[in-house]
Every structure is written in structure tokens, then in C-alpha cells.
């Protein structure tokens, strides 16, 4: 297994570059099941999650290219595809529930073990499951208290849907089984993340009709057939972009963030600013400077987008964990979301937790320790720490890393970072 060896490090200068959405580019590379045409999706990043998607597709019957040089994936799903997506891949990843309102509209049925991926909570598929329903799909009970989802339909019929909770993935499956339903759907209480922003543009180019996305209704004409894209390019990833820029305001350093979105991180943003860093848009980029004024305390809250988002909740913790006062973090997306705490306390955070409210007394000088990657965001957030701990922090169970963060020892690297994969 492969571990990070990290230590206390100079503040980061120079520049980094954000690669492609890893929660933006999945749900894509399932919607290219809907259409027996070539795809070609660009400035996507070379994750362990997007080498699962790869090979859940490819195991469903499609053929997927990767050109990691040119960050290119061209996905040709013609031919029979398989209603059974494998056990042994689903497990690895979350978002492979994804391909379950294509399957349905390219084959009648989909048999979809329930996914694994990070444990940070129930993520129940009841939402996906009452939307599909909604739409005239059938559901077998008794495979699905078993742990399968097991869903057929002969066609499916636009409805209005309203979500009790504006779950992400919920709406990207949802709007990919509208798009070639008959009829006209209104859904309600939708997610508004950047990502289903970019699912529904790039259905647009597919030839859906879909309007609203972005807002908490969408509406989505269905059509009778979806055609190939020649190029759709990725947007930037927001939550790595939070995570470099956390890293800047916490070695005290400066970094210039290239390929950035700052719309998608108002935020992010104004929390930094609250601790003091100074922020500045350029032509070039985004320049987080944490090197003029003290670290200072806030609060966080997080919530649906454009809430702060619960990607963001580790990374930022560990930031508060050496400001100039006590903080308090509650988090109400996911209710196991506080794994990492154990992990920081090892350091000296002397972080309390009560349900869902975490306490961070903050002023800490951190020491390194042998600490574990509980998730993939915790991952990223026990490194940060590492670089302002004294002493030597082990890493372990960075396979979490691995999903979600291209490049992230030779970005933290380029930067000044003292840090090292060590592979046993």
C-alpha cells in the first residue's frame, strides 16, 4: 500500500493549474450510454474514479479510449450493451449509480448492486429511485432489500417531480432518463451544482432539450434520439481549486490558481476572506495570498450549493485548526462527515464533536503523526495539515487521494511542498 510522507514546509509560492471535474466528468461519461455515437469529452483528469468509470463502461458494452497525454476520453457506446453493471465495480465508487436511467432507456432494464465509495454516510438512492419511479419505471422490491437495484421499463413518460432533498446525483440521473422520455418533465427542488450545469449542456449538445439547470427547476423535453458530441470540455474542479487555495492561506503563502471558475466558489471564497487571505482575480488566474494577516476564526455551515460545500468542510477544518481563536463547523449535508477529526486530534487539534457541530478550540501547534485518509476530501485535508505540523506526518490509505486529485504530490511539489509518495 502507498502512503505520503509529509513534513513542515515553506510557504507555497509559484502557481498551480486545476484539472477537470472529477463530480462533473462521471456523470457525463454515464450520459454517453444514451446515444450509440461517438463521445469525446476533453480536459478530463487522470483519476482512479475515472479508471473505474472507464471500465464499468467498457463492461457494460461500450469502448472507452483514454488519451491520458491530451486528457481525452472518446466513448462509443454502439452495439449491445449489458443491462448488469458488474458487483466488483460498482462497489469501488459511488457515482456508478449514475448509469442507471441510461441503461434503462438503452435496454429496458438495469441491475445495479448498491455502490460503495467513500463511507461519509447513507447517500441513500431513494431519490434516484422516486424520480425514475415518477417516470414510469419499475422497481423490484425484494432485489432491492437485498442491495440491488434491480428497474425495468418499456418507455418512459415525462411528470413533475419534486425532490424532498436537492440530491446531486438524484438530479443527473433523473434529467439523463428525461432527456429521450416522451412527454415533458419538471423537476423540482433540483440540485443547482456547476456539475449538473455542465451534465445538461453537454446533453444539450446531444440534442436534449433541457432548461434551468443551474436553478431549482428544471425543465427537460424529451426527444426521440441523442446523437455523438464531437467535443465537450470539462469544467475546472472547484473542490480541488478550494483545496490549494486552503493550502495557500495555511503555509502562509502565495499561490496563483490557473484554470479556475471563481463563480463556483463564492463561498469558499468569502470564508477565506473571513480568516483573513486576500483573494484577487487576474487574467491569469486567481491570487490567494495568506502571507498578510493573521489566521482568523469563522464559523462554516454546510449546504447545497451555492451553500459552503460539504466537499470543502475537511480541508477547511484543518485551516481552523491553527487560527487565532475557536470555530465551529456544522456539517448538514452528511451526517458521518466528521471521520477526520480523529485524524487531526493525533496532530494536537483538541477538536470536539456533537452530532453534527464540530468545536475548534484553533491557536494549535500540530505535530506530526501516522494519521489515515478516512475519505477522499479528509485525504487531501490530513496533507495540508502535514505541511504546518512539526515533524513527519504519515499518510496512509491515500487510495481515497488517488479519486479525486490528479497530480497531487507533484503539484503540491511544484509549489514547495515537502511532501513524498512512498509506494510498500
Same mark, same amino acid.
Given at each position: ?161 419534486? $425532490? ?137 455551515? !454546510? ?15 484543518? $485551516? ?32 470536539? !464533536? ?71
Amino acid at each position: 500500500m502507498a502512503k505520503f510522507l509529509v513534513q513542515k514546509s515553506a510557504p507555497l509560492r509559484g502557481e498551480v493549474t486545476i484539472s477537470g471535474s472529477k463530480n462533473a466528468v462521471l456523470p457525463i461519461m454515464a450520459a454517453t450510454l444514451l446515444t450509440d455515437e461517438p463521445c469525446v469529452i476533453k480536459d478530463v483528469p487522470a483519476l482512479r474514479d475515472v479508471e473505474v468509470m472507464c471500465s464499468l463502461l467498457e463492461s457494460l458494452g461500450a469502448s472507452a479510449e483514454r488519451d491520458t497525454d491530451n486528457s481525452t476520453v472518446c466513448i462509443t457506446a454502439s452495439g449491445d450493451i449489458s443491462h448488469e453493471a458488474p458487483f466488483d465495480l460498482v462497489k469501488m465508487m459511488r457515482a456508478s449509480i449514475l448509469v442507471l436511467g441510461a441503461l434503462i432507456l438503452r435496454t429496458g432494464r438495469a441491475v445495479i448492486p448498491l455502490p460503495g465509495g467513500c463511507a461519509i454516510g447513507k447517500r441513500p438512492v431513494e431519490l434516484h429511485l422516486k424520480g425514475l419511479k415518477a417516470l414510469g419505471v419499475v422497481i423490484n422490491e425484494e432485489q432491492l432489500a437485498r442491495g440491488v437495484v434491480d428497474a425495468s421499463a418499456d418507455r418512459l413518460t415525462g411528470n413533475t417531480i419534486y $425532490l424532498d432533498f436537492p440530491s446531486v446525483g438524484a438530479t443527473e440521473v433523473i434529467i439523463m432518463a428525461a432527456s429521450l422520455a416522451e412527454g415533458t418533465t419538471i423537476l423540482e427542488n433540483a440540485a443547482q451544482e456547476p456539475e449538473i450545469v455542465d451534465l445538461a449542456n453537454f446533453l444539450n449538445k446531444m440534442g436534449a432539450r433541457i432548461k434551468g439547470a443551474g436553478t431549482d427547476t428544471i425543465k427537460i423535453e424529451g426527444v426521440e434520439k441523442l446523437r455523438g458530441v464531437a467535443s465537450h470540455h470539462v469544467i475546472p474542479d472547484r473542490i480541488e481549486a478550494g483545496t490549494f487555495m486552503v493550502g495557500a492561506v495555511m503555509t502562509r503563502g502565495c499561490v496563483l490558481i490557473k484554470n479556475v471558475l471563481p463563480d463556483h466558489l463564492k463561498a469558499v471564497i468569502a470564508k477565506l476572506r473571513e480568516c483573513g487571505a486576500e483573494i484577487t482575480m487576474t487574467d491569469e488566474g486567481m491570487i490567494v495570498r495568506g502571507d498578510r494577516n493573521p489566521i482568523n476564526s469563522t464559523d462554516i455551515k !454546510t449546504l447545497p450549493y451555492p451553500g459552503f460545500p460539504t466537499d470543502m468542510q475537511s480541508p477547511f477544518m484543518a $485551516l481552523l485548526t491553527i487560527a487565532s481563536g475557536p470555530s465551529v463547523v456544522i456539517e448538514t449535508v452528511f451526517e458521518n462527515r466528521f471521520m477526520h477529526v480523529g485524524e487531526f486530534n493525533r496532530m494536537g487539534a483538541n477538536i470536539k !464533536t456533537d452530532g453534527n457541530c464540530a468545536i475548534i478550540p484553533g491557536g494549535k501547534v500540530l505535530q506530526g503523526a501516522q494519521v489515515v485518509a478516512t475519505d477522499l476530501r479528509a485525504g487531501a485535508a490530513v496533507v495540508l495539515t502535514g505541511l504546518v505540523a512539526e515533524g513527519t506526518t504519515e499518510v496512509s490509505q491515500i487510495y481515497h487521494v488517488d479519486r479525486g486529485y490528479e497530480n497531487f504530490v507533484s503539484k503540491l511539489r511544484d509549489l514547495g511542498a515537502n511532501i513524498m509518495r512512498v509506494e510498500e
